[in-house]
């Protein structure tokens, strides 16, 4: 997942006297902490509200019948409603995210609106044929009809017209106060009904590249929403306290359940006014590659070449009948994932991947420039322990050992890929060196390699780099 950064703003006790202590002083985080914060609480009063549904009817007198908890997937939607209205709500009234220049809005501009017409008219050209581009590839494969993915499709179906509905005003009352509304959509609609008339192909590039990655995370986000909330919302208690691995595994569940909402509301809400859109998508195809390999139907581990649990069995299977191991394992894995899922909570309305959308700095990226990656690989290792098998020897557990080396060496490639892209901007380059020289995870790696730098560092290509 990517760390990314939108300014560097000079703290006001910064002093020019002082360079030593300005050196040291972390970069200003692009999204605050109480985003996450609300969202967060969002999601978990609603978790409550479904799970003790029955109860809360009965106190109220209301015939529940023989209903049970809201565990359906309508009502896994509704979860991500809770957990992204509180996040743009604080956004705006809180963060007033709507002010900040890097929106491109000028809320004092109203321009006559005979000056921003045809600009909107080709911008929802180039926007519907995007969204008719992307419907037609979801269309085309079935891949995304069969499965967990017929969810999504349905739901987008439904959301569709309303979309198609709304854009035309949408598009109508923002270029009124863009600074510069032709954008690269503005210049695909212009390629599409102004043939042979110049435009930017760099653009045009950028917003392909953006929907691309909006089009492909959201329709996957969607599609394992409502599983994990079921589990966790119909669960009896007495499994949940069952034993330490029963436990461990519930809380391992639900804090991915945090990770896989604030993500949804991230894919969904790239606009411009909430200061969330995509700045750049990244433009180089390692990245891409790197990226989509771990995901389906592209995967290469679960299944795939790269699947390092064959004849293998989780900590559970292992540590089975030692509860003191089992408490010490539980507690470990729930940690990593905890720091996972507040890498994710971190970015608020902001997260995605292979894009720039904003620098985040605070929260576990003060620790290091890749936690979620650190902590995801750490997690695969400690709670598979690879080396281990239920047939074949030790044959087949070095082969798995292998395989998940070489699943980790993919996510240090993403890190490396994703970092090329955000170097382009000096203000992930500000980050970059600040971590480098003071997150405690790069520090120690510096002391236990004795290299000052990292062994790789990707520099962009200014012949492809950002364009937005």
Not at 233 to 243: D, G, I, K, T, Y
Not at 426 to 436: E, K, L, M, R
């Amino acid at each position: 997942m990517n760390i990314m950064a939108e300014s560097v703003r000079s703290s006001a006790a910064e002093s020019v006297s002082a360079p030593a202590a300005a050196a040291s002083a972390r970069p200003g985080s692009a999204v605050s902490a109480g985003v996450g914060l609300v969202g967060l609480a969002g999601l978990f009063s609603y978790l409550l509200l479904a799970r003790f549904a029955p109860h809360l009817a009965a106190w109220a007198g209301i015939d529940w019948g023989d209903r049970g908890p809201l565990s359906g997937p309508n009502s896994a939607i509704a979860s991500v409603l809770a957990c992204g209205v509180p996040m743009v709500l604080w956004s705006v009234f809180v963060d007033k995210v709507h002010r900040n220049p890097s929106t491109g809005i000028d809320w004092s501009m109203r321009r006559p609106w005979r000056e921003t017409l045809d600009i909107s008219l080709t911008k929802l050209a180039g926007l519907w044929a995007t969204w008719a581009l992307i419907a037609l590839i979801y269309w085309a494969m079935r891949y995304y009809w069969q499965g967990n993915y017929a969810f999504s499709m349905n739901l987008l179906e439904r959301v569709a017209p309303w979309l198609l509905l709304v854009s035309a005003p949408y598009m109508l009352w923002l270029d009124r106060r863009m600074v510069e509304p032709r954008d690269g959509c503005w210049q695909f609609g212009r390629w599409l009904i102004a043939p042979g008339q110049p435009v930017d192909g760099r653009a045009i590039g950028h917003h392909l590249r953006a929907w691309a990655v909006k089009g492909f995370f959201t329709a996957f986000m969607l599609s394992i929403v409502p599983g994990n909330f079921s589990a966790l919302v119909s669960v009896p208690m007495h499994e949940l306290f069952a034993n330490p691995y029963a436990t461990a595994i519930w809380t391992i569940n639900l804090l991915y359940l945090v990770d896989v909402h604030i993500a949804t509301v991230g894919y969904i809400l790239t606009l411009k006014p909430l200061d969330a859109h995509i700045r750049t998508a990244n433009p180089y195809g390692m990245a891409w590659v790197a990226a989509l390999v771990c995901y389906p139907p592209f995967i290469l581990m679960s299944g795939g070449p790269l699947d390092y649990q064959l004849y293998g069995a989780d900590w559970g299977h292992w540590l089975a009948g030692h509860d003191a191991l089992l408490i010490i394992w539980g507690i470990a894995l729930v940690l990593l994932t905890a720091v996972y899922s507040w890498a994710t909570m971190a970015f608020g309305i902001r997260f995605s991947n292979l894009t720039h959308r904003g620098i985040i700095t605070h929260g576990p990226y003060a620790l290091t420039r890749h936690p979620a990656y650190v902590a995801k690989n750490l997690t695969w290792w400690i709670g598979s322990l690879p080396f281990l098998v239920t047939a074949g020897g030790w044959v087949e557990g070095a082969r798995n050992v292998v395989l998940l080396g070489l699943v980790s060496g993919i996510y240090y490639w993403r890190a490396k890929t994703e970092e090329k892209h955000l170097l382009g901007d000096p203000a992930y380059v500000a980050y970059w060196n600040w971590a480098q020289a003071h997150a405690p995870l790069p520090r120690l790696l510096a002391r236990l390699t004795g290299r000052e730098a990292p062994l790789v560092r990707l520099e962009p290509d200014p012949a492809v780099g950002p364009v937005a």
